[in-house]
């Protein structure tokens, strides 16, 4: 789902890099265009409303002069097809990053009469490719797929983002963030999906070891990749947001943020179980309640996380994307 309590960090992310001057930079963006899903949709998934989706995917969502949002909640960086020949049954509200390109195309085209025109505005412009990639995995784990063959997905995933990448660069694109995936085995909805009698199977933080080592391995393909890309275009900062080092730090530095140490991995709105999740009965099903204090949760709804610790997450992350944006013009 798609609320303000999930796009936090985006918006404070979007805010800092206009606003940075008290910290010694200054970034005169003139646009910002994020592509991703729930992680950063801020009302698309609701637009397309629950019927007739695909009339929407002919046009794209609202925006302006001063950028556009594309994220759509449930999306994926692979199309359909590649789902399809894997028996991966994937949303009909799904909108893959291809088609969020076509967004984007669309937009440019309709604020620019040439290319040159078009490569000028981007050069004022911040695109952040994602997060995205994640639900690719998500739909093959709930399918039980088996985390060997979902592996053998990375590089598809992978190529798919920096492919996309590399065309916005080729539009005009000169400084792009490409954040990478959070630690899925710390997140309720896995927590309760995979359990394991083997303590061996958690880390010292509760969290389910061998889902987080899939985690890291998208991330280490995709830093690689994201190296080569940088040598293909050495005029372009191309940067890579680290979203599991970031949520990482605020587990482990929880009880100082403000955090109850009892709910660490537990969601503030769901019902039943170890981690207050149920996947039958999720937040905003009737009859489920929501925690009287989110602001001490990290987890929201057992899928994505609070406004709190999007807030913590935003003040690591903007910390280290100011350092290496090189964004005084």
């Known amino acids: 789902m798609a609320s303000s309590r999930y796009v936090l960090f985006l918006i ?38 629950p019927v007739a989706a695909r009339s929407y995917a002919a046009r794209p969502p609202y925006g302006h002069s001063h950028g556009v949002n594309f994220a759509v909640a449930g999306s994926t960086a692979l199309d359909g097809a590649f789902f399809a020949t894997r028996n ?23 604020l620019c009469h040439t290319p040159q025109e078009c490569a000028a505005r981007l050069r004022r412009s911040l695109i952040l490719m994602g997060e995205i990639g994640g ?18 997905y990375v590089p598809h995933v992978v190529g798919t983002i920096v492919n996309s990448v590399r065309e ?8 792009v963030v490409v954040p990478g995936n959070f630690p899925v085995g710390c997140i309720p909805i896995y927590l309760s999906s995979f359990p394991s009698s083997d303590p061996r199977a958690y880390d010292d933080m509760g969290c389910l070891s061998g889902l987080n080592e899939f985690a890291l391995f998208h991330n280490n393909y995709l830093q690689h990749a ?22 990482q730090s605020v587990l482990r530095r929880a009880p100082y943020l403000g955090f109850d140490r009892r709910s660490l991995l537990r969601a503030c709105c769901g019902v039943g179980g170890l981690y207050n999740y149920d996947g039958s009965r999720m937040c905003g099903t009737p009859g489920v309640p929501v925690c009287p204090n989110p602001a001490e949760h990290i987890h929201w709804d057992g899928v994505h996380l609070t406004q709190e610790a999007y807030r913590h997450m935003s003040q690591i992350l903007i910390s280290d994307i100011l350092s290496r944006i090189q964004c005084v013009w």
Not at 18 to 26: D, N
């Open 12 to 49: 404070t992310l979007s805010l800092f890099l206009f606003t940075c001057a008290a910290q010694h930079t200054i970034c005169p963006f003139q646009s910002i265009y994020q592509f991703g899903d729930s992680i950063s949709d801020t009302g698309n998934l609701i637009r397309k409303g």
């Open 88 to 110: 991966i049954h994937t949303p009909t509200s799904d909108s893959p990053l291809s088609l969020q390109l076509n967004w984007f195309r669309t937009h440019l085209n309709s």
């Open 135 to 152: 639900n690719d995995y998500n739909y093959a784990f709930f399918q039980n797929k088996p985390i060997h063959e979902i592996r053998t």
């Open 168 to 175: 916005v660069i080729r539009l005009g694109a000169v400084r």
């Open 226 to 247: 994201l190296a080569l890309l940088r040598t293909e275009f050495p005029n372009v900062v191309i940067l890579y947001a680290d979203y599991y080092s970031a949520f």
